[in-house]
């Protein structure tokens, strides 16, 4: 395996910035270190957290048991007929950069999944999405370590279970599966994804009438620098809720009440706006010590400089409150609490 340090500081692995220790750390760069990595804490007796970008993540100070920094690279593609291509990322492939490459490349289709931070890899975890687009909609097939067993299993659409900021991997079997690379089926033709009203509106506003899939990206680059907060400057997490799937009776209901609610239609029922939910509950801008609520957008927890992760937990617990209490809605946190 990789070279194993002990007591690891890893305020600059979580784009939260908090101070946390690992007891154990390695960084891999191959399957086979990786292999040898699982196979040193299992004989140990450690518990075992896979990091990418740690830009999902909500980290305590002390971290037991092993880091497993992913740093598996690689990417290759083949052509699938006239028209797609199957490209193959390496799980510690950074994110954006693969979306840069493969529009260099004349493959399209995840353009409007610019700027999110992160690793290939744990791409998968929440199903990432943005400006109407998920990753499963660009999705192939993952191949993973199998930590049960120690056979790699190769996962399919289906398998995945994808739903909304939702995988099985992250929320039926937990750690149980280390991802080790994605393959993508992406279009050769471009079919830019412009179901998003403010992307329509943000290329409308710079006179790009038929947009393509550069533009799209550049202009989704351009709308989150200026919505979201730079995690190397206010540390964060992206949304810190998900947005609450209600009924569609529930809508009405709640639409009676609050005319102004911000909502969505989604499936059978609506997708109501977390950060409106939050905002009508006076939180936007709050601060609390070192950490609070960001004033541009109160969706978005951040730590202003020396925070904890259980200050952060203790705001984000009586957020969800105030909004249970008013809205009569759970509010479910999007980032992962570790140790839980
Ligand atoms: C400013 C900002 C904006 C964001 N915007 C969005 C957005 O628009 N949409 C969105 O969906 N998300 C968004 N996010 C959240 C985050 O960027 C994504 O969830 C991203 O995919 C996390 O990648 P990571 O490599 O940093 O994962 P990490 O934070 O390192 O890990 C996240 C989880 O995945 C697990 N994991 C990581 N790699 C692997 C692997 N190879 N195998 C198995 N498990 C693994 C970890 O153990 C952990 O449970 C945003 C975050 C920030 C800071």
Same mark, same amino acid.
């Given at each position: 395996?990789?070279?194993?340090?002990?007591? +690891?500081?890893?305020?600059?692995?979580?784009?939260?910035?908090?101070?946390?220790?690992?007891?154990?750390?390695?960084?891999?760069?191959?399957?086979?270190?990786?292999?040898?990595?699982?196979?040193q804490a299992q004989h140990?007796?450690?518990? &075992?957290?896979?990091?990418?970008?740690?830009?999902?993540?909500?980290?305590?100070? +002390?971290?037991?048991?092993?880091?497993?920094?992913?740093?598996?690279?690689?990417?290759?593609?083949?052509?699938?007929?006239?028209?797609?291509?199957?490209?193959?990322?390496?799980?510690?492939? /950074?994110?954006?950069?693969?979306?840069?490459?493969?529009?260099?490349?004349?493959? @399209?289709?995840?353009?409007?999944?610019?700027?999110?931070?992160?690793?290939?890899?744990?791409?998968?975890?929440?199903?990432?999405?943005? @400006?109407?687009?998920?990753?499963?909609?660009?999705?192939?097939?993952?191949?993973?370590?199998?930590?049960?067993?120690?056979e790699l299993r190769i996962?399919?659409?289906?398998?995945?279970?994808?739903?909304?900021?939702?995988?099985?991997?992250?929320?039926?079997?937990?750690?149980?599966?280390? /991802?080790?690379?994605?393959?993508?089926?992406?279009?050769?033709?471009?079919?830019p994804q412009l179901r @998003?009203?403010?992307?329509?509106?943000?290329? +409308?506003?710079?006179?790009?009438?038929?947009?393509?899939?550069?533009?799209?990206?550049?202009? &989704?680059?351009?709308?989150?620098?200026?919505?979201?907060?730079?995690?190397?400057?206010?540390?964060?997490?992206?949304?810190?809720?998900?947005?609450?799937?209600?009924?569609? &009776?529930?809508?009405?209901?709640?639409? +009676?009440?609050?005319?102004?609610?911000?909502?969505?239609?989604?499936?059978?029922?609506?997708?109501?706006?977390?950060?409106?939910? /939050?905002?009508?509950?006076?939180?936007?801008?709050?601060?609390?010590?070192?950490?609070? &609520?960001?004033?541009?957008?109160?969706?978005?927890?951040?730590?202003?400089?020396?925070?904890?992760?259980?200050?952060?937990?203790?705001?984000?617990?009586?957020?969800?409150?105030?909004?249970?209490?008013?809205?009569?809605?759970?509010?479910?946190?999007?980032?992962?609490?570790?140790?839980?």
């Amino acid at each position: 395996m990789g070279c194993l340090v002990h007591n +690891q500081d890893l305020r600059r692995h979580n784009s939260f910035g908090f101070a946390a220790c690992a007891e154990n750390f390695v960084r891999v760069e191959t399957l086979e270190q990786l292999q040898d990595a699982v196979a040193q804490a299992q004989h140990n007796g450690w518990p &075992v957290l896979v990091l990418g970008g740690g830009s999902n993540l909500v980290l305590r100070e +002390q971290i037991p048991g092993l880091v497993i920094q992913m740093a598996i690279g690689g990417r290759r593609a083949e052509p699938v007929g006239d028209d797609e291509v199957r490209v193959t990322l390496g799980a510690g492939e /950074i994110w954006h950069q693969s979306l840069d490459w493969m529009l260099d490349q004349g493959y @399209y289709g995840l353009e409007n999944l610019a700027l999110i931070p992160g690793t290939v890899g744990a791409a998968p975890m929440q199903n990432i999405g943005a @400006y109407g687009v998920e990753l499963e909609q660009g999705f192939d097939s993952l191949q993973a370590l199998d930590t049960h067993t120690g056979e790699l299993r190769i996962f399919s659409r289906e398998d995945c279970c994808f739903g909304y900021r939702d995988s099985c991997f992250k929320s039926m079997e937990p750690g149980r599966y280390i /991802i080790i690379d994605v393959t993508f089926r992406l279009s050769l033709q471009p079919r830019p994804q412009l179901r @998003y009203q403010a992307l329509v509106d943000a290329l +409308q506003a710079r006179g790009i009438a038929e947009p393509q899939p550069r533009d799209v990206f550049q202009v &989704v680059c351009d709308i989150r620098r200026a919505k979201l907060p730079d995690p190397a400057e206010i540390g964060n997490a992206g949304s810190f809720f998900k947005n609450p799937l209600v009924s569609a &009776v529930h809508y009405r209901e709640l639409l +009676q009440q609050f005319p102004r609610l911000v909502a969505y239609p989604a499936g059978e029922g609506y997708k109501l706006a977390a950060g409106w939910l /939050i905002e009508q509950c006076g939180w936007k801008g709050h601060v609390r010590g070192a950490v609070g &609520v960001y004033e541009r957008q109160a969706l978005v927890l951040v730590n202003l400089g020396a925070g904890t992760a259980p200050e952060l937990m203790l705001l984000a617990g009586e957020i969800v409150q105030s909004v249970a209490a008013r809205f009569g809605v759970q509010l479910e946190m999007e980032p992962r609490l570790y140790p839980a």
